[in-house]
Nanobody
Framework: QVQLVESGGGLVQPGGSRRLSCAAS????????MSWYRQAPGKERELVAD????????NYADSVKGRFTISRDNGENTVYLQMNSLKPEDTAVYYC?????????WGKGTLVTVSS
């Protein structure tokens, strides 16, 4: 079955960096676009970035443009989110999302806390 497992969250100081990973299994990873979402306390889940199946097209939320980079390694079935210049308002649970064979799949999320 489709599984998405995020890792890399933790506590980071403002201005710091963090790289999140999402390991995928149960489907042909290289055939599907992937996305990162986040949900801050008391807020709705929002799209952070997405990447096409080949990695050639990437889109970002305005709030993270220029600071975050989404990438993928189709050989490793993994999608990454490199987060730089982190701000307290980036604090959230970050989720990996795949839309595979007509169904939406989510990982369980990884918490990123930006605080001094």
């Amino acid at each position: 079955q489709v599984q998405l497992v995020e890792s890399g969250g933790g506590l980071v100081q403002p201005g710091g960096s963090r790289r999140l990973s999402c390991a995928a299994s149960g489907f042909t990873f290289s055939h599907y676009a992937m996305s990162w979402y986040r949900q801050a306390p008391g807020k709705e889940r929002e799209l952070v970035a997405d990447i096409s199946y080949a990695g050639t097209i990437r889109n970002y939320a305005d709030s993270v443009k220029g600071r975050f980079t989404i990438s993928r390694d189709n050989g490793e079935n993994t999608v990454y989110l490199q987060m730089n210049s982190l701000k307290p308002e980036d604090t959230a649970v970050y989720y990996c999302r795949g839309f595979v064979r007509g169904l939406i799949y989510w990982g369980k999320g990884t918490l990123v806390t930006v605080s001094s």
